[in-house]
């Protein structure tokens, strides 16, 4: 079948939206005239009319294709399978990104038309597009006249900008790709005309080796990010494009994930003859940090400071919305996944592109200003994008179980005349607010205090003569400043204008569960709670110490564990334990408590105990700062877990400090006390997590 991407997107759509797409919505949505499409249909009815179909009309003039249902069918398959025989304009943007990046010099802009195969034109409709993207980056694109095209910028942000640009564009070519190299077919020529099939190859195999055997599980969008990231970074390296002197190291050496990098970047060295430098594996070390774990429930457990601002953010957002999603064991954990990794790549300025952005702030307007207006609170130091503020909305989204937001918010304009202007203001507020449903217009002659408060915003162009009246003054044009002034009016009463929504959380959401679990796999499950919550009663245990230093606390609640059975060799634990306090403080911030740690083969059971010192010590803070530590808390368990038993270790972890009593309990050296706290814990937990769901 020979056919062009463009016809190919046309037949695709027509059979996705049968008898909705015109001639003209298909212009509109491709971005080409009408007359095109035209012609291009012309195309389009001689391939249908092969697979003995027919290119129909409804009356409203919408595409729909009539015929057989097999043969429907058969057409479809033959559309995946095919390759236009033009290239579309991603691809093209692809060879213009891969040419000014690996040229590194001026080029000319008829010379770069002519080498892409299009217009001048063209190129520099092409060259407009990748201007916005590359600026998400801080990669500048110039163009002088007489001179040329280039691109300047840092190489860090060159290779994520490549990188991105793949998985945005080519993620499905790129699993493909990989999939058949992992079935020992030959591809020929570069994958996506840039990667070399043997690295991609190699590195797939070695990625998927190192990760296997340390234990890292990554979503599998992850893992295709690392893998491509890692083969990037290669190729520059190879064609001398060398990460800068001065760029910032933010990573210690002693973490396991630089260490994983290590032993990838020697791998690689060793197989493949392109040595790494230690920029590089900082560089990847970093982008692997900032990828995120296969399961929600597999987050790391030691997130403490993290998770009682995720609590923090789960109530504030309740608050604004009218209901209490503070209980919800699910959204908290998806939460606390999601955020660790989001946390750190902002922090690195590795942030990534949502297309989905600008509908969910469609479909949840007040949601994202409510999720906004908590992260802004609780993180003075981090400013979130929308496109992150988006990812953390749909996690909302799903506990609320909305298929849209139900908002219902009613505004008026009040102007010298009711007329002119203020029909263009009207109609320019509810372009630029997705969120106000409605807006009337009133004259000031029409206007009584008391019937202005039926409306939940009141826009005037004029100053009006009621001094305890809250509007918002704007010009009669709204500039971009009123248009900062209603959003910010927006933001900070949404109390107020979701007081008459329901933000209800469904109480059929078992209907929402397409596919439920097997019996089986439940029991498994319930078994596998049961025994990490038994464990963690039956050995915990409070000890009071005094005149003895943590090192040495440590020491003996390891070695009675030791004699218990629980612990093969406290020495290699106590050592573990070591390593990990060398990553980073273990000191709870703002408290007396500090939280030792490990995962290791020769641990039994999960174990949390606690010490209690008369005399305190000072240690190193999860902030860096230093805490007297008084109450030494120690969990313990086995390398290999279950998703429960991590599930069970993070509900310990996070509610150390998750109140004022949550850390008095803790603290209080009473055993009776805390053992009831854990207790209650895993109560709310059970009946939260098992039996609502």
């Known amino acids: 079948m020979f056919i062009t991407s463009r016809e190919k997107l046309i037949i695709e759509l027509v059979i996705k939206t049968s008898g909705k797409h015109t001639p003209q919505s298909l212009a509109n949505y491709l971005q080409v005239s009408v007359r095109t499409v035209q012609r291009d249909l012309k195309a389009v009815e001689n391939i249908l009319h092969s697979f003995e179909l027919q290119l129909k009309r409804t009356p409203n003039d919408g595409l729909m294709i009539d015929g057989k249902n097999e043969h429907i069918f058969k057409l479809t398959q033959n559309l995946y399978h095919v390759h236009p025989t033009d290239e579309t304009p991603e691809e093209k943007k692809l060879q213009l990104l891969i040419t000014l990046l690996h040229e590194g010099s001026f080029f000319k802009t008829q010379v770069l038309a002519k080498q892409l195969g299009i217009s001048v034109t063209k190129l520099s409709s092409y060259l407009d597009d990748l201007t916005k993207w590359l600026d998400n980056f801080s990669i500048e694109l110039n163009r002088k006249r007489g001179v040329g095209v280039s691109l300047a910028g840092r190489e860090a942000n060159k290779r994520k900008a490549l990188a991105t640009y793949f998985l945005f564009h080519f993620h499905e070519e790129l699993l493909e790709s990989l999939y058949l190299l992992q079935k020992h077919h030959l591809l020929e020529g570069p994958i996506l005309g840039y990667f070399s099939s043997q690295y991609l190859f190699t590195i797939d195999e070695m990625v998927h080796h190192l990760f296997d055997k340390g234990q890292t599980r990554l979503a599998d969008n992850d893992y295709l990010g690392f893998i491509v990231h890692t083969a990037i970074t290669l190729q520059r390296v190879e064609n001398h494009f060398l990460l800068e002197d001065d760029e910032p190291v933010l990573y210690e050496e002693s973490t396991r994930t630089f260490q994983q990098i290590s032993q990838l970047a020697e791998h690689i060295r060793s197989k493949l003859s392109i040595p790494l430098a230690h920029k590089d594996v900082y560089y990847l070390a970093v982008v692997l940090k900032g990828s995120k774990l296969q399961d929600s429930d597999t987050v790391d457990y030691d997130s403490i400071m993290l998770g009682q601002l995720i609590r923090n953010i789960i109530q504030d957002v309740s608050k604004q919305l009218h209901i209490d999603l503070s209980k919800d064991f699910s959204l908290f954990q998806g939460l ?230 629980l612990v093969s060799n406290a020495e290699e634990v106590l050592q573990k334990l070591a390593e990990r306090e060398t990553m980073g403080g273990l000191g709870i911030p703002n408290t007396n408590m500090g939280l030792y740690h490990c995962r290791y083969d020769g641990i039994q059971e999960l174990i949390f105990q606690i010490c209690h010192l008369d005399h305190p010590c000072v240690i190193k803070g999860m902030d860096g700062t230093e805490v007297q530590l008084k109450n030494l808390l120690l969990m313990l368990s086995p390398e290999t877990l279950s998703t429960k038993q991590q599930e069970i270790l993070s509900l310990i972890s996070t509610s150390l400090i998750e109140s004022d009593e949550a850390m008095m309990i803790f603290s209080s050296s009473s055993e009776s006390m805390i053992r009831e706290k854990l207790e209650e814990l895993f109560s709310d937990y059970l009946e939260n997590k098992w039996i609502k769901e």
């Open 336 to 565: 606390l996944a999601h955020m660790e990794p989001s946390i750190f790549r902002l922090k690195h300025q590795m942030g990534f592109f949502n297309p989905l952005t600008e509908e969910i702030k469609k479909k949840y307007p007040m949601l994202f200003m409510a999720v906004r207006n908590s992260l802004e609170k609780e993180f003075n130091d981090i400013s979130f994008p929308e496109d992150e503020i988006a990812f953390i909305v749909l996690h909302f989204g799903s506990a609320l179980l909305m298929n849209e937001e139900k908002t219902a918010i009613r505004a008026v304009i009040i102007c010298p005349t009711g007329i002119g202007t203020s029909k263009m203001l009207a109609s320019r507020i509810q372009k630029e607010f997705a969120e106000i449903n409605t807006v009337d217009i009133k004259s000031i002659k029409e206007i009584e205090k008391s019937k202005l408060n039926v409306f939940d915003m009141v826009i005037s162009t004029v100053k009006l003569p009621f001094d305890d009246l809250n509007y918002i003054l704007v010009s009669p044009l709204l500039n971009d400043e009123d248009i900062q002034m209603i959003r910010s009016f927006l933001q900070h009463n949404i109390r107020q204008l979701t007081s008459k929504n329901e933000y209800m959380k469904n109480n059929n959401s078992k209907n929402f569960n397409l596919q439920p679990s097997k019996l089986q796999d439940v029991l498994q499950e319930m078994e596998e709670v049961h025994s990490s919550i038994e464990a963690i009663l039956n050995n915990f245990r409070l000890y009071r110490r005094s005149n003895a230093g943590y090192l040495q606390v440590l020491r003996e609640m390891t070695e009675r564990l030791e004699q218990a059975g």
